[in-house]
């Protein structure tokens, strides 16, 4: 099976998601795959030029070494808002020769603009459309006069599209909500590498590195660090008690929007002692970290954006037996109720009083192992056979129908081959 994945993001450079783990590991199953992304943040980027070039990477992988996938980055104006505008003509383009040159079975769109230039494209051929939501696209938008465009968008896009998957209930009810059919929306979950993340991790050289004693209790957050995602409201919470002998240290992953607020915070409230900013880590060097911290944190505003997703690291952090401290948002409710490893908090403010009460009950490990049961089969094997198939039927469907377009590629051998007996 041949497969086009576009999307309004960077595949290289930003953080491993759920695409990185099917498309990986689909290409170990046999399948081909080409991948279509956007250089989100171009304007970090010491290149020149009004008008960037068009790249192709070859041999792409990012967590599975034998997987190979080729990333084709089409040129953009480089200029802010204008860079979007510049997409819809040079992103027409390269999905239209992909279309014509790799002849993909099915195509893959995410996010928001691509998708819609993804639908356009793929009926002209009659090349079955998936439409994977990992967050209310339209949301994102940065700017909000735009949102309302983004929402048409989104509706026509998920309306039309051959099949929708999204990666919880929550969000399953959010798509079909903005048009997608129930009958072709389906729910297929984050899965966990539980070989990388397990409870045979070692964490102690991370501990000596940033200078975490034995006795320190470590509150971790890996991610994009957004300015809703609670940090501060944490490290302000922190100021308060570190005269009375606080105990707690908070080390963070990532980078993004809001870490030099985050750094400048940490100053400002005489915090360097307690607070370690590491940076974004390469993703084999993840599992040392969650390894080396005691609770996990999940301390995000109750917004729109976040309302309705459950991030990948939720698994991960509960794979390695850790209890996950976490605002009560929408999606994580639906996804992990009560008594199964996440305690909740109302609002951001919260989590270091609720971590507090955790180290006085003694019942860290307690929760870290109801954590750890509760998401034990959620294995990536099982996830990206599930997902092959969805997309075997999407294409089977296509085939199927009376208005298939003339010349459209033949799957039938190797969809026979893969599931014949």
Not at 76 to 82: M, S
Not at 130 to 157: D, F, Q
Not at 319 to 335: D, S, W, Y
Request: charged share 25%; aromatic share 8%.
């Amino acid at each position: 099976m041949r497969i086009l994945l576009v999307q309004d993001t960077d595949w290289i450079s930003r953080n491993v998601h759920q695409q990185h783990h099917v498309a990986e590991r689909l290409t170990l199953k046999g399948h081909d795959i080409s991948v279509i992304d956007h250089d989100l943040l171009w304007q970090n980027s010491e290149a020149g030029g009004l008008l960037s070039k068009r790249q192709v990477f070859d041999n792409v992988s990012k967590i599975v070494p034998d997987a190979n996938i080729t990333v084709t980055r089409p040129r953009i104006l480089r200029v802010p808002i204008l860079d979007y505008v510049s997409m819809l003509v040079t992103y027409r383009r390269e999905i239209a020769a992909q279309l014509r040159d790799f002849r993909p079975d099915v195509v893959i769109g995410m996010y928001l603009l691509t998708n819609y230039v993804a639908l356009q494209a793929s009926k002209r051929t009659g090349t079955p459309l998936v439409v994977l939501v990992l967050e209310p696209n339209s949301e994102m938008i940065p700017w909000p006069a735009l949102r309302p465009i983004g929402k048409i968008i989104e509706r026509r896009t998920l309306k039309e599209a051959d099949s929708v998957i999204v990666i919880n209930e929550a969000l399953r009810d959010y798509a079909i909500r903005m048009g997608a059919r129930p009958e072709k929306t389906r729910v297929i979950r984050a899965g966990i590498d539980t070989e990388r993340f397990g409870l045979n991790v070692d964490g102690f050289t991370v501990r000596q590195h940033y200078g975490i004693g034995e006795r320190d209790t470590v509150l971790f957050f890996m991610g994009w660090l957004y300015h809703f995602s609670g940090l501060h409201e944490v490290l302000k919470e922190m100021a308060k008690c570190k005269r009375d002998g606080l105990g707690v240290k908070l080390l963070v992953v990532g980078d993004g929007d809001a870490l030099e607020d985050l750094q400048r915070a940490r100053a400002d409230l005489g915090l360097e002692d307690y607070v370690a900013f590491a940076g974004k880590q390469p993703y084999e060097k993840i599992p040392e970290f969650i390894a080396a911290s005691d609770i996990c944190l999940l301390p995000a505003h109750d917004n729109a954006i976040m309302r309705d997703i459950v991030p990948i690291k939720m698994y991960e952090y509960m794979a390695m037996g850790k209890p996950v401290i976490a605002t009560r948002l929408h999606g994580l409710l639906r996804e992990f109720g009560d008594d199964n490893g996440v305690l909740w908090i109302d609002r951001p403010e919260d989590s270091l009083r609720k971590a507090i009460e955790l180290i006085d009950e003694g019942s860290i490990k307690a929760h870290g192992e109801a954590a750890r049961q509760f998401v034990r089969n959620n294995d990536w094997a099982a996830v990206v056979d599930d997902f092959e198939q969805v997309l075997c039927e999407c294409i089977r469907s296509k085939r199927g129908a009376p208005n298939d377009a003339e010349g459209a590629h033949d799957v039938s051998r190797p969809l026979q081959n893969q599931y014949s007996g």
